[in-house]
């Protein structure tokens, strides 16, 4: 596609649930990265894949956290056992790589848990 | 400690006003991107710039490197122009960003 895609859009978890959240990078670019944005805050990173080698996950708040970009284009972000503490707006990058090469943003997945 | 601080957080201004938006980092860096998130939450690169100054339409971006500091400057500002504006540097392992915690922007007409 022409950008990064993600989805769902909007996401409504009861507390306890499961969730996936997708992104779809551009075709070829070889860095992705998550990010969580709580409400009146900038992004903070989450982790970040080279292809399909997640080379840093220390953003990662618990290990109800868990991402994979198994064949290094679609990644999956997955929350197990959602916490209200989790509600926020997870955006996903990607990049061509290479340091401070231009990062092209996703619409992001807003999370909310009840 | 924030590695990218911003300012203002929250800017009110009334449609035609020149609006400076500022931004200054702590780490050594390669280029700094200036962002633009709208209500919906999805964010549009405005800027890469690493040295000097960048006009795109009514927006200038400018940055000194020495001083590690950039500021986003909007021209004849517009109720369309309402939006946060989000300072970022690339910085860690990986290629990561750091984040400012962004400017709330509110163009009223």
């Known amino acids: 596609g022409a950008g990064v895609s993600q989805s769902p859009r909007y996401k409504v978890a009861k507390r306890g649930q499961d969730v996936a959240l997708r992104c779809d990078p551009i075709?070829?670019?070889?860095?992705l990265f998550w990010y969580q944005q709580a409400l009146g805050q900038g992004p903070e990173f989450l982790t970040y894949f080279q292809n399909e080698a997640q080379l840093d996950k220390s953003g990662l708040p618990s290990d109800r956290f868990f991402a994979e970009r198994p064949e290094g284009s679609v990644s999956t972000l997955k929350i197990q056992r959602t916490q209200q503490e989790d509600s926020a707006v997870y955006l996903c990058?990607?990049?061509?790589?290479?340091?401070?090469?231009?990062?092209?943003f996703g619409q992001g997945t807003r999370l909310t848990v009840v | 400690k924030n590695e990218v601080e911003q300012s203002p957080q929250n800017l009110t201004a009334q449609e035609g006003e020149f609006i400076t938006i500022n931004c200054s980092y702590s780490v050594g860096i390669s280029a700094l991107h200036w962002l633009q998130q709208h209500p919906g939450g999805g964010i549009v690169s405005l800027f890469m710039?690493?040295?000097g100054k960048k006009k795109h339409g009514r927006l200038i971006a400018t940055i000194n490197i020495q001083e590690k500091h950039s500021s986003l400057h909007i021209t004849a500002s517009h109720p369309r122009d309402s939006a946060v504006y989000i300072c970022a540097v690339p910085g860690g392992t990986g290629n990561q960003f750091y984040f400012g915690t962004g400017t709330s922007l509110t163009v009223i007409p």
């Open positions: 075709s070829g670019h070889v860095s």
């Open positions: 990058a990607s990049s061509l790589g290479g340091r401070g090469s231009q990062a092209f």
């Open positions: 710039l690493s040295s």
